[in-house]
């Protein structure tokens, strides 16, 4: 069941992200026409793109956690019998989670300082800029802890290894 709802979590970050990112590349490529044939773009292009861009890989992160799917090098997991294969899958998830769990406290402490109204997008607070972020790093922290168990009980059961 954790496996499943994983893989759904997985597949709805997907989708959230591409949405963002295809949101991201519409306002590029509004600006860029808009500059060539109107002689002027938007003045919060620039921002706009950047903050969906964090967006997206956060929320994309998300799913990432949730399969194991990161970048990794395996060569001493894959040399790993048995018992060893499972402490180190142990190690990787809470490494991983504690990670996540830092990075959570580290932007909950900069959200929560960023109540200015600083965006070039006037009724942009900075604030719903910066709590994605603490609320992401809790998901992933959340979803490398789920992924590090399927992961333990796949190990256990002898099944599919990654």
């Not at 997008?121 to 168990?149: D, E, H, Q, R, S």
């Amino acid at each position: 069941m954790l496996k499943t709802c994983l893989a759904k979590l997985d597949k709805a970050s997907a989708v959230v992200s591409s949405c963002l990112l295809g949101i991201m590349m519409v306002i590029l490529f509004y600006n860029v026409c808009a500059r060539y044939i109107f002689g002027g773009g938007i003045q919060w292009y620039m921002e706009s793109t950047q903050y969906l861009n964090v967006w997206a890989v956060m929320i994309g992160c998300i799913g990432v956690s949730a399969t194991g799917g990161h970048l990794r090098v395996t060569l001493v997991e894959d040399l790993l019998p048995g018992k060893a294969k499972m402490a180190d899958k142990i190690l990787v998830g809470i490494l991983n989670t504690v990670f996540f769990l830092f990075l959570a406290y580290g932007t909950f402490l900069l959200a929560s300082k960023s109540k200015q109204d600083i965006s070039t997008m006037a009724p942009l607070k900075m604030a719903y800029v910066y709590w994605m972020l603490p609320v992401t790093a809790i998901l992933n922290a959340v979803t490398a802890l789920g992924g590090m168990i399927v992961d333990i009980t796949e190990c256990r059961k002898g099944g599919a290894e990654k």
